[in-house]
């Protein structure tokens, strides 16, 4: 367990609104990720931190963007909210021991 | 690009028998192969992390294999129980990075 906190754990949003989820961990593990699980494709990257300021693209990054000011924090925002990000988003840290990562317990986000 | 594959979909079985879950993948330049267990509703939890130089790993009534050269990973539950109904997820890296399968889904039956 890595101490890893999300919030909210739960939100319903409109369309076209700006939502910014949070992921805290105690671990001040270097790597950060956040990950959306649909069913019919399973766990997917969004985007990735390996330090404060550096992040990356994952694999279904657009209408994402991140920010990582402290090693603790990771913010994920969704500028403009849509229907088809309506999903359970997944914080994941990793320190440099093999990069074995942990999970965090989600949020589940509706787009109405 | 990495493709996991995990087979079967799902599967039931009664308490007490020893199982097997089947992880493959495409790309074998893995740096390591991870198992999960994930209960509904919940997140993730890491049950067994493989290195590319290792064969296997165990943790109590679980041992995972690797065979990198074939792309193929199984991981073994001995003596299944009900409270081992999840499903399970196994991951390969590249450095930092996973790519998932989607899952077996296990129910273990009284």
């Known amino acids: 367990d890595a101490g890893i906190t999300q919030s909210p754990r739960h939100k319903v949003t409109e369309t076209g609104t700006p939502v910014t989820l949070r992921c805290h961990q105690t671990?001040?593990?270097?790597?950060m990720y956040w990950y959306r699980q649909d069913p019919g494709h399973g766990l997917r990257l969004i985007h990735y931190?390996?330090?404060?300021?550096?992040?990356d693209k994952g694999e279904v990054s657009d209408g994402y963007s991140v920010s990582r000011s402290k090693t603790e924090d990771f913010l994920l925002t969704l500028e403009s909210a849509t229907s088809s990000q309506t999903s359970v988003y997944f914080c994941?840290?990793?320190?440099?021991?093999?990069?074995?990562?942990?999970f965090g317990p989600g949020t589940r986000l509706t787009v109405t | 690009k990495q493709e996991v594959t995990q087979i079967p979909a799902a599967l039931s079985v009664p308490e007490g028998e020893n199982l097997v879950l089947n992880c493959s993948f495409t790309?074998?330049?893995?740096?390591?192969l991870q198992w999960f267990r994930q209960d509904p509703g919940k997140g993730l939890t890491s049950l067994l992390l493989?290195?590319?130089?290792?064969r296997e790993q165990t943790s109590g009534r679980l041992n995972a294999s690797l065979d990198k050269s074939s792309g193929r990973s199984t991981l073994y539950i001995a003596a299944s129980q009900p409270g081992d109904s999840a499903t399970y997820l196994c991951?390969?890296?590249?450095?930092?990075?996973?790519?998932f399968g989607e899952g077996t889904q296990l129910t273990v039956n009284p």
């Open positions: 994941a840290t990793a320190g440099l021991d093999g990069y074995e990562q942990y």
């Open positions: 671990e001040n593990h270097r790597y």
């Open positions: 931190s390996y330090g404060v300021k550096d992040t």
């Open positions: 790309d074998s330049a893995i740096y390591n």
């Open positions: 493989i290195q590319s130089s290792q």
């Open positions: 991951a390969v890296s590249h450095g930092s990075r996973l790519t």
